[in-house]
């Protein structure tokens, strides 16, 4: 008796060192799908899911997953062809409108110089400031198509943001005093430093301050710190918290929007994400804030590169 009770015990030890062992090779193998399942996602290769184990239940799991893999990957390339093509459209588009724009534009100086009675004259105005605006749409929508399709020349150099962000407000001199607005400027008295292009950090400032100035309630605060962190703030009643979580759509503006092609803001987050920044917005008892954040790891390693 006691003889078959230690065969029993052998018997049922071993199976269970057998169940021991397929249970760790199914766990390795269902690792080795999701390790690999995550690779294949990110990453645009034809390499499909490989498993070691023989079981026929896992190879017939990585085997319809790799059928949806190639169905992501299908739709992935369609997808991005088309992307691809509209933005070429679009820039091809807005390039054929700027020249005859700009000559409507010349034409329209011309006639403007002509003596005409004052009903032609005021006509003339407002065919100009429509063409104007046209203008200005087609110009920010080719710089926008530009920068999506193919990006922008963001080559890294060493740049003070402190002296990028003194020089373009010193050129909104003109802007900021037609609008009786004196701006307060808080900056920390060492430079910040980083590597990041330094005319598309240019760009996205103009843009933002731009902003501001076309909706500012007659103020406007910026404010630096040490961490590389810039805050636009401006009194504006035109918004309300959930049209300032819109500001940095395509083509979004606010209720009359005063001219504004609703790309400036757009524009402004797609340079900083691609120069490795961040950028949000605030909207707080009428006061908004546009943060813009280059930390001290932003730089070339990164790069790919108020309301509107």
Known sequence: M??????????????????LVYICQMKKAVNEIGEEFADRVKTDTNTLIDVSSNDSSIRRLAADINVQLRLLRKDRHQYQHGDRELKETITNISH??????????GYL?????EETNEQVSRYLNMIRNRTQALKQLTEELFRYSVIMSVGEDNAAETVSINAVLEEVVAGF???????????????PSAEVVRRLNRNALSRI???IIGNAIKYS????????????????TNTTKTLDPISAGKLFDRFFT???GRGSTGLGLSIAKILTEQLGGSIVSEYVKDQL????????????????GTAE
């Open 205 to 207: 400032f103009e843009n």
């Open 173 to 187: 001199y003109g802007a900021l005093r037609q609008k009786n607005i004196v701006p307060v400027i808080s900056m």
């Open 254 to 256: 606010v209720e009359n």
């Open 2 to 19: 006691d003889i078959w009770l230690y065969v029993l015990c052998g018997i049922l030890t071993l199976i269970t060192a057998l169940l």
């Open 289 to 304: 804030t546009i943060r813009v954040i280059f930390a001290e790891h932003t730089g070339a390693a990164e790069q790919a």
């Open 109 to 113: 100086d011309l006639l403007k110089r």
């Open 96 to 105: 054929d409108l700027r020249t005859p724009l700009t000559a409507i534009c």
């Open 217 to 232: 309630d007659q103020d406007l605060m910026i404010t630096m710190d040490q961490n590389g962190s810039i805050s636009f």
